[in-house]
């Protein structure tokens, strides 16, 4: 039996179905969909995922799909009334690339296939335009070169600009010496038939020299070698970057749908459009998109032309599709409701009007900012339409960061230089730079950057990847570098028009509302925009943090309901603590002690301390940082009211206090009156070959019990003030590094010795918790034995990671890239847990640590606390909370709902 | 129902056994024995380590104890027909302690004791010599001072001297200045009735003076204070320090022997001795020990006096035991020939003959030279007395290192400078210091010692491990040093009579048999001994490996019988091939290919390939060095002949190829031809934070992997050359530090691209192996998925030691040994595999890895294959081999077979 390879669809009967987005692609199954509601669709077919899988795997088509493809295309002639091939009656076709997945960087698309020198006559009768039919017939040879042929696109570019150059010198028109500023004076629909016939020649020309044979006119071979050219592009490296990115799986492969052309390209009854059903960078429920009269689809992504809205605006100007057709924009909104209520989410669709006939190309879920996603999410459920539990699975929780960049501080007395399109939220300052290469060199040495670019395109994928924000002179909302902003949470200013960029110069000009130039962006200058109002300022800007929004608050009330897991914060002071609980933190998960030892005064006292000869010596520094940690540990405790508080123990080595340049060894030695040399010899000594893996952690409270006794009793005594002030307080002692329960024991009897001393003194108790971190693979192992001495385990999966793999964060730089750019590890293991790993460790350890102390709780402290999908591991394997930074709480938050709801409700996702 | 604390006995009749060692401890178990054999020993009773465990936990005695203890003195009463405390009649008791295993070092003994001032005229009457009962009574109160009051022993010296002096002058002798001489001149036989009853009263108002109260007179009181002192004395810290190295768990507790005194010091027929059933240091089957005639038992091994032979000498000198008592003497032969038959193993006895009648104070297993436990062994297979496998299960295979130490090169024109007894086997040179602090000093920086004493004791202990040898100027084959050394497996050469050494001026003379210096050794000053033969050398002599000898080779064929496990040898040179073959390895273990990139012409083209810009210059260095590497490779696979060899491919990060100090980095710029600049940055670049857990291993053939691709060639092109002389060849290619599949993927499409180049060109294959390294705890837990590409797993127990307890092994000075010493960790986790933690994960890895691949094998690579209790537990998970350093691979072999034998055969041990 063989497979049916091929799904054909048109209105009211298709094959496919929206479900079946594994084997038709999102567009196919889409596509068939809508012709299923009766929505007009181009007739056509879908190729399916699994024939690319199989010619991807062969290196040739799996058998019988030229035949199917043959079949279905005879039957497209009979349900178009054209004919492929025809010199009369031509029926020309669209191919276009659709993943499960949708993957706009990829743009895979080849449109008017079936022209050749015979058929482009046919057109033009067909079209009774021959200029119309030219220009299709030379869309058709620039992409075929391109996408099927890998002919550089730009070489394609010449013989335009030959062409637009006559036709100014025909129209007297000063020509402009660059080709950019030259294709705004003359646009395309200026260019002539005869220019077109020119540039037609050129194109097969370049073709023929640069593979060696002509361009193929057999339509039919056409066709076989774009469906192979979009197969291949699954290979393509812009797609492999994209995959990586969106974790899509490489072995997906993408269906191919052959579409019969439709043209918005027939004159001024003829436009194309795309639009949102709702705003995609707020989320505001209006329709919202672009369109172009006279126009195919490439024309208004490209951000050539600018493109027109589609609703009347306030100050009307007769340019909105809803005045210049108005029947066609009547059925769009009823069939953007209808696909709203089908789909029951937010669209991004694709439309073509031929002469008046209103065309759908495609829908499919719109991208959107993060905002928009909890604002559409929120306001569908309050529309009936979701349940509170579909919502937050609707959110990516990653992408909430966005909320979170910070704005511009509205106190801040800046005016902006200019203003484009607010493409993707978010203010975000940098050096500009004007090439992606640039972006990455700068980002790779740690800077931050702003790509400045007149439009992006795929290639300045890395780039964008690699900058903080991203600048465009040109195009509009949904202009590539706004969409691919947007997935990327990169806030972007699209379209800003009064910018000027000059690669060649390496900078850019502002132009005022008079044309002058108002600002000098230089490479290297330091710029901020604004991606929330779509503003540019010169200079780095005040930012403040970002709000919520009355959306989020309700998104993560209702998590609330859901979360089986707590979220806590890793907060080290009380400012960093009130940032936890504003984002909902029910605790602290982990304090570090030792950041609270670098300011002026009390550096001093530790490396007093540091240096001290002996235990009296050292208790005696110890004792002047004892009034500091007190009363840093009362202030987290005010804050906190009784939550629990975390506090890790002294961990780093104590060389990390010491300074290791010659200056500042001698300012210590006069500081502590003692010679150089003494400074030296105990630099020196304590000089560790893997600093990592040595004398730190709880090795330190065992070789110099002082410490852990000075930091306790500071906890303690904070504790007893707090509660005497009247506040609850419950601090969790947390004990670093442990590996073996000797440890846990000899620590607990210095913890005890403490509390019983403040205790009495006190004339009262505080009830405390002591546990300990598992950040080596040993203490896992043994946690059964650490439950002993253990009232809690918080995994600590940064160095846990680190030991598991044997990989030393700060050297991973020449190595770990490249392992997961190949794949041996699926994600940065500092990102997301490795699962597999250390992810069997943390299991491993909750399962023991579980049935030797049922009653003890787990968490992770690790930066993987915020990582999403790290979360669900989390969830997956029972632990009791994450710890996250403050600003990662409402990200956690979701996505700890999120892991619960999927966990639980197996239904939903 | 009470239990019953304390077990009599008495010739032909005891309450207790042999086997009952748990209970009555070693010693009172034996006495046991030998008095229901019907040999002559002192009637007496023991109390069980029970009642010194309670005792030790509660702090006090338990209940029913001093009653028993009461009843079994009235049974001793009647049994000797004396009395305790009586003043006509008195009954006097020894009080020794006596462990479930011998402790030499703890020594708390109690003799004479139920003396004071009424009995000991009942003792002067009784024995018809009152000076015989105030020198007992004296040293009753030495005994008692020192062990039960804890009065400074050194404080009961001066009166002594005091009383020497006086005799001297008395008998106008020359009265030396020191002590010690003065001892030597006027010994305490010498010393008379006035004398002894003056230093009687001085130790009487010494022992008022420091604690406050004068001498118990009762001897109930006396007998309390003792065993509560013995059961103190447990907790010494020397105690606790012989425990620690002897693995003897803290919870046994001691037994205590109340035995009825004889004595040996009653005059000319009376005397006591020591003996081993045969010579502790050769094994040889000769009955072999010392006495003193008219001594107490301490006189023999305090070294104070120089015991006689027991048995005639071939220059008869009427002095030995067999002429002066030969009635004893043949009754003591017929004794020892008994008891090695009862206990089937070599004996170490105590006796003492009190006025012609013999009587026996204890046997033991006697400590031995590791080499004589093998003689021994092997002997009594020969005997009949053991199997084969008890004789392999009698080895301590850790003591056989002793085997192994080089001896003097009999090439080597040397003379020594001393001679003493061979007091445990084996040469070594170190500095000489005369103190045992010195000794710790000095060793913790690394540097080797001998240590040098007028004699030893206890105290000594800790500088006697520190130390690599011990020499000593007084004391015999059975002195306190030469004891401990044989069991601590140091080279010791005792009583070099020669010797003075000068403790305050920090130096030894050696005196000539003129008695004229000949030598002088400074404090540091470099000297060898050698342990086998005695002799002392000045300066570094040379010295040459150890052969193994007949026995061993005959113990080490039985192994092969036993032994599940091979045993292979980590060789990198055709040099230690041979050594590794010569001790009997199955194969080559681990080869670090690293090792051989260190020779001058090497370190060029290595240093060369780091500095390469690009692949090109990449390939062009390596190519340099393809030669030597398959030299390499070609001399180890002749040597081995088609045993396996197994080769790891480069480990190390490439700085550690680097200089990194300026003048070198200069010299490496000129050699190289590129600027200083360019070689520092290199250095800078590779620098790394934390290098064990950086870019090498897998990583390093991951984004380099033209090094495998070389390192892959030059082993295949090696097997071939060695094929076609001849003979067989094994490779087996290894993968350091994998952590993932897609490691060994990568890596084994070069090995198989390089393969398939090489074969091709020669035109034959030749069989090899891939498999990987197990070090990182990611490898272990995921060698299931490891099992895909790998036919071969060796546990690298080092590396997997570091990351899963976090512990960097260059670092660990500061913290490791007070986790050992505070018992956190049970023993060195580098030295003995810490079973629990690494083991853990190794026991995964075996179990997920042969159920992935069942015809894997797996062995251990780290220092742990050569450690014996590490080879239990690689038994015991079913590993298939362990790879060791040649040197230790006779010892590996024995403990493999043991671990064979005790896992198969459990009634043995």
Redesign the interface.
């Given at each position: 039996m063989t497979r049916k390879l091929v799904y054909r669809f048109e209105p009211d009967k298709a094959e496919g179905r929206a479900e079946w987005k594994e084997l038709l692609g999102g567009k196919g199954a889409n596509l068939a969909e809508m012709a299923n509601m009766g929505i007009p669709v181009p007739p056509g077919f879908t190729i399916t995922t699994e024939a690319c899988v199989d010619y991807l795997r062969a290196s040739e088509f799996p058998e019988g799909l030229l035949d199917s493809i043959g079949e279905s295309l005879r039957w497209l002639e009979q349900r178009t009334r054209r004919e492929f091939g025809s010199v009369s009656n031509p029926l020309l076709v669209s191919v276009r690339s659709g993943a499960r997945s949708s993957m706009p960087g990829m743009m895979d698309t080849i449109l008017d296939l079936g022209l050749n020198d015979e058929t482009v006559v046919g057109l033009a009768k067909q079209s009774q335009s021959e200029r119309f039919a030219f220009d299709a017939y030379r869309r058709l040879l620039t992409m075929f070169g391109d996408v099927v042929l890998g002919i550089d696109r730009e070489l394609f570019d010449g013989p335009l600009s030959v062409a637009r150059r006559s036709v100014a010198r025909q129209k007297r028109l000063s020509v402009p010496d660059d080709d950019e500023t030259l294709a705004r004076a003359v646009p395309d629909s200026v260019l002539g038939v005869a220019e077109l016939k020119q540039v037609v020649q050129e194109y097969k020309r370049i073709i023929l020299q640069h593979t060696g044979k002509p361009f193929p006119k057999d339509p039919y071979a056409q066709l076989e070698a774009a469906v192979r050219a979009v197969f291949d592009s699954w290979k393509n490296p812009r797609a492999k970057l994209y995959r990586k990115m969106h974790d899509i799986p490489e072995e997906w492969g993408t269906a191919v749908n052959v579409q019969a052309m439709v043209f918005g390209n027939l004159g001024e009854t003829s436009a194309t459009g795309v639009a949102f059903t709702r705003d995609p960078s707020s989320g505001e429920r209006r329709f919202f998109g672009e369109w172009l009269p006279n126009a195919q689809g490439e024309d208004v992504v490209a951000g050539i032309r600018t493109p027109r809205p589609l609703a009347r605006t306030s100050e009307s100007d007769g340019l909105s599709l809803e005045e210049a057709m108005p029947d066609s924009y009547a059925e769009l909104m009823r069939i953007q409701s209808k696909l709203e209520h089908r789909f029951r989410d937010m669209q991004d669709i694709e439309f073509t009007i031929e002469a008046g006939q209103l065309f759908l190309l495609q829908t499919r879920n719109g991208k959107r900012s993060a905002r928009a996603s909890v604002r559409i999410a929120v306001d569908m459920v309050e529309e009936g339409l979701l349940h509170p539990d579909e919502a937050i699975l609707r959110v990516d929780p990653e992408r909430l960061s966005e909320l979170l960049f910070p704005a511009i501080d509205p106190a801040a007395s800046v005016s902006a230089v200019g203003r484009g399109i607010a493409a993707s939220p978010g203010a975000v300052c940098g050096k500009a730079v004007f090439s992606a290469e640039d972006a990455e060199a700068y980002a790779g040495r740690g800077e931050a950057v702003i790509l400045v670019r007149i439009e992006t395109s795929p290639e300045d994928l890395h780039g964008m990847k690699a900058a903080r924000g991203i600048l465009t002179a040109r195009g509009g909302a949904t202009s590539h570098a706004a969409v691919v902003a947007r997935g990327m949470g990169r806030p972007c200013v699209a379209g800003c028009s009064a910018l000027h960029v000059d690669y060649q110069a390496g900078q850019a000009f502002v132009h005022g509302a008079s044309g002058d130039i108002i600002a000098t962006i230089k490479h290297g200058d330091s710029i901020t925009i604004d991606g929330s109002s779509g503003r540019v300022y010169l200079g780095q800007v005040p930012t403040v943090d970002a709000k919520l929004g009355p959306e989020m608050e309700t998104l993560l009330k209702w998590t609330e309901r859901v979360s089986r897991m707590r979220v806590r914060a890793n907060a080290d002071t009380p400012e960093q603590a009130e940032k936890a609980l504003s984002f909902g933190a029910y605790g602290i998960g982990l304090c570090r002690t030792e950041h609270m030892f670098f300011n002026d005064e009390r550096i001093a006292a530790v490396r007093e301390m540091i240096l001290a000869r002996d235990t009296v010596a050292r208790e005696k520094a110890l004792a002047k940082l004892l009034p500091f940690q007190t009363e840093d540990f009362a202030g987290l405790f005010r804050v906190m009211r009784g939550r629990p508080v975390n506090i890790r123990l002294l961990d780093p080595p104590l060389h990390e206090f010491l300074p290791h340049d010659k200056r500042q060894i001698a300012d210590l030695a006069a500081t502590m009156g003692v010679s150089v040399a003494d400074v030296e010899r105990k630099v020196a000594e304590l000089y560790?070959?893997?600093?990592?893996?040595?004398?730190r952690g709880v090795?330190l409270g065992?070789?110099f019990k002082e410490i852990p006794a000075m930091q306790v009793r500071a906890i303690l005594e904070a504790a007893c003030t707090v509660r005497n002030e009247g506040h609850e307080v419950l601090p969790e002692i947390m004990i670093p590094?442990a590996?073996?329960v000797?440890?846990l024991r000899?620590m607990r009897a210095i913890i005890d010795e403490v509390a019983a001393d403040v205790f009495k003194k006190r004339g009262f108790e505080v009830h405390f918790k002591v546990g300990t971190m598992i950040?080596?693979?040993?203490a896992a192992?043994?946690a059964d034995?650490l439950a002993e001495q253990a009232e809690f385990f918080s995994f600590g999966t940064n160095?846990l990671t680190?030991?598991?793999?044997?990989?030393?964060r700060?050297?991973?730089g020449?190595?770990l890239p490249?392992?997961v750019e190949?794949?041996?590890?699926r994600d940065d293991p500092f990102v997301t847990l490795?699962t597999?790993?250390?992810g069997?460790?943390v299991r491993i350890a909750v399962e023991k640590g579980r049935i030797a102390r049922p009653e003890a709780h787990f968490g992770v402290c690790g930066e993987h606390g915020g990582d999403p999908k790290s979360i669900e591991f989390c969830e997956a394997i029972g632990l009791n909370y994450v710890s996250c930074s403050p600003f990662r709480v409402p990200i956690a938050r979701v996505a700890a709902a999120q892991a619960s709801l999927r966990r639980t409700r197996k239904y939903w996702r």
């Open positions: 560790e070959f893997n600093p990592m893996l040595g004398h090795r065992i070789t590094l590996f073996s000797g440890e000899a950040e080596l693979p040993r192992l043994l034995q160095d680190q030991t598991t793999l044997g990989i030393s700060d050297d991973s020449s190595f490249v392992y190949r794949g041996i590890l490795d597999e790993g250390v069997e460790l």
